[in-house]
């Protein structure tokens, strides 16, 4: 029972360290990020590049989709150009994964310090928000060392390897699995970084690990769906623009996953780097194969979503 409130404590604390930094931007940055989305949604290439930045600063693809939701439903940006950004947003978002997936023990002692020191003599200051910032990036690094810590006994438990066993061979469910977590977690960061912790634990074999991935990916956007459901029609075109990108790519990998799974396996040994690795290769595919759509899949949206007939 210790052992898996531990690991439910480190997955609460993962979550909210994703929460920190993503207040901690927008109240710093905030209005910098709308500039710079409102200045590159010139073309296609600025447009991803724009959101790949902005997620990475972010740490969430969902925050990058209510902004430019709201400057669609402002009219400030195109549905077109708006998709781009999400697909840049994707990227970014699997950027950071790859990121805090490094052995990077030795930076949370140090950002965690420093963060709270700088919050609490500077907390009505810009630099404190920085500061809070800076405690939230050291809070995940923390956060995954204590999963790690947490499964270990798990591993060694052969009622648990009976229990995740049972999810290998059913790709859907456990793509379903994926989703709802993302749902629950509202993070699709925490999710795959838990996946590939887990994974490197040998807590969940690799055939689970990466539906499971995709399923994230498929939670992610329908995160922001559920997000912006209140919205205006026209703020919910890029959800519904996004999810319906996520939705054909993870329709596409899940038939393909069985006959490519060998030897993905073959070419990274390392359960861990294996499950970011999918996680990037399958939003760079994703992006590839739809930044040139962006247009048809907003005429597509606005269609589904028409603008309501002024009064």
């Given at each position: 029972m210790q052992t898996l409130l531990n690991l439910l404590a480190a997955i609460a604390l993962l979550v909210w360290g994703t929460h920190i930094v993503?207040?901690?931007?927008?109240r710093v940055y905030g209005t910098s990020l709308r500039?710079?989305?409102r200045r590159s949604v010139g073309n296609r290439g600025t447009s991803f590049v724009a959101g790949?930045?902005?997620?990475?600063?972010?740490?969430?693809?969902?925050?990058?989709?209510?902004?430019v939701s709201s400057f669609v439903s402002q009219g400030m940006i195109t549905t077109s150009a708006a998709l781009a950004v999400m697909l840049g947003a994707d990227v970014g978002t699997a950027l950071m994964v790859q990121f805090f997936s490094l052995n990077l023990a030795w930076l949370a002692p140090l950002l965690i310090v420093s963060g709270v020191v700088v919050y609490l003599s500077k907390k009505n200051e810009r630099a404190g928000q920085i500061g809070k910032i800076v405690l939230g990036l050291g809070v995940i690094i923390l956060a995954l060392q204590m999963v790690t810590a947490a499964t270990a006994p798990l591993t060694q438990a052969a009622g648990v390897r009976v229990l995740f066993a049972q999810l290998s061979g059913d790709l859907l469910l456990d793509v379903l699995i994926g989703a709802l977590l993302v749902v629950v977690s509202y993070s699709s960061l925490a999710v795959v970084l838990l996946v590939a912790t887990l994974s490197a634990t040998h807590v969940v074999p690799i055939e689970v690990a990466l539906p499971i991935v995709l399923g994230a990916n498929l939670g992610g956007g329908l995160l922001a769906l559920l997000t912006t459901w209140k919205a205006d029609a026209i703020a919910r075109r890029v959800p519904l623009g996004n999810f319906?990108?996520?939705?054909?790519g993870v329709a596409a990998a899940v038939m393909a996953l069985p006959l490519v799974t060998p030897y993905l396996i073959k070419l990274q040994d390392d359960p861990q780097q294996?499950?970011?690795?999918?996680?990037?290769?399958?939003?760079?595919?994703?992006?590839i194969a739809f930044i040139q759509f962006t247009g048809r899949f907003a005429s597509l949206t606005e269609r589904w979503l028409p603008a309501p007939r002024p009064t």
């Open positions: 993503r207040s901690g931007v927008l500039q710079v989305l790949v930045g902005v997620t990475g600063l972010l740490q969430s693809s969902t925050a990058t989709a209510l902004l319906l990108f996520k939705a054909a294996l499950v970011v690795q999918f996680h990037l290769l399958f939003n760079i595919v994703l992006a």
